[in-house]
């Protein structure tokens, strides 16, 4: 008991002499993580997603399904970190530019508040990315993200007559697959499309996402058929969507 009496008491001296540094250097050291609802900050959300240049919709649900948190220190703001349960992930981390010089600071109050098992970061997030790597045991990629090429592609291998808008016909092949949860039609947020020979088989599926954050971008994925695999069918797809994102207006992310 003495010893942890110790112990906590070095502790308390050691954070009270960092206090005393702080102040002299002019900082303050109240801070504090505000829950906050996602309407009450969509606008810097929306900032920070376009700093990023490139996410997806699975970004946006790490998002959308996190808790968040306000970073702020004496009433001021700071930034934002949301949290995603139950694996207790933090998923976004940025400061206003005001802030960013204290990352090292603010990471590592935010750590030791919300105690996070990992991260989920985005490579273009460098501020999030870095803070993130100095507290990391281990690194693996989830995801890749690629720069449309100026290069002329091949043509799709199938017309784009069979690459139509999903119907309620379709409802149950689309659910069979286990891409969508759930299959929805006549969503403009999210456009899911059917390739389809003139037989009636199904060869896939594909579909367009509209960002909450970033509305100019529209992520496309797609699901090729087991049987249909390794014959241009996914590749044709892909061709369509990014064709059809593009009519929308949208900058096409895969």
Known sequence: TNSRSRRQWHEICRLFRQYLSYRKE???????????KLEDCLPAYCRYAASLRLVDTFWDDMILQAELFRIAEDGKELGFVSRKRPEDLLTSFFLHNNAVFRLAEVFSYVKGILHPTGARVVTGDETFLSAALDHARHVEPQAFFFDLTDQKAAPPAF????????QEADLPELQETGFYHPAVIGNPENRIFVMRRPDGMFMGTGHIARSPFNRSWGAVGMYTAPGFRRTGVGRSMILFLREITKEMGLTPIC
């Not at 002019?26 to 906050?36: D, K, N, R, T, W």
């Not at 017309?159 to 999903?166: D, G, H, I, S």
Request: charged share 10%; net charge neutral; proline share 11%.
């Open 26 to 36: 002019g900082f303050a050291v109240m801070l504090s993580l505000i829950p906050v």
């Open 159 to 166: 017309p784009r007559a069979w690459f139509y808008e999903a």
